[in-house]
């Protein structure tokens, strides 16, 4: 939390306080839906970037988390951060007791179901809650944006334009 400048003891004084944590890789509109929504419920939304051993990220922590800096740019009560490890751990030494998540369709539910049961079993006294995003963002994630950006289809309408911008540099610079 040294980034956002918070020490490793906790938050700020907001008493409600939820860490919505994913590889962000780019951020989408469905994500700051998802965040728009958690912030509409809690005092303090963490954006918390984390790197996902699964996928091979297009770009690095670093450049995750500005994205996220930069898009969520004047949202009170929004901050970005980022960590290594197991989220049940980072939301325990934080201080917190919510994780956010975001579930698309139902194909989502059977993994996050997991995720959620294995962070109640590391971190019991941590609950874990599903917000949906706009019908409009369903089927978005950052996979299908960046595929669609590899082919040269337009991602406007996923992610906004700074996100947008720096998709396109990296795609070019690694082609």
């Known amino acids: ?15 409600n306080v939820a860490i919505y944590s994913g590889s962000f890789d780019p951020i ?39 994205m996220v800096r930069l898009a969520i740019q004047g949202m009170e009560g929004v901050v970005a951060d980022s960590f290594t490890g197991l989220l049940a ?12 998540r975001g579930l698309r369709a139902v194909s989502d539910l059977e993994h996050e179901f997991r995720m959620a049961f294995m962070n109640r079993s590391l971190a019991p006294q941590v609950e874990t809650i599903f917000l949906m995003p706009s019908e409009d963002y369903t089927y978005l994630n950052s996979t299908v944006v960046k595929e669609v950006a590899r082919l040269g289809g337009d991602v406007s309408q996923f992610v906004i334009p700074v996100v947008e911008e720096r998709l396109q540099r990296k795609l070019r610079r690694s082609s």
């Open 28 to 66: 989408t509109k469905g994500h700051l839906d998802i965040i728009c929504r958690a912030r509409n419920l809690f005092d303090l939304v963490v954006v918390a970037v984390a790197d996902n051993m699964q996928k091979k990220p297009l770009f690095s922590r670093k450049e995750r988390v500005e």
């Open 89 to 100: 751990h980072y939301v325990q030494e934080r201080g917190v007791s919510v994780i956010i």
């Open 1 to 15: 939390m040294k980034e956002m400048g918070l020490s490793s003891e906790g938050l700020p004084s907001a008493k």
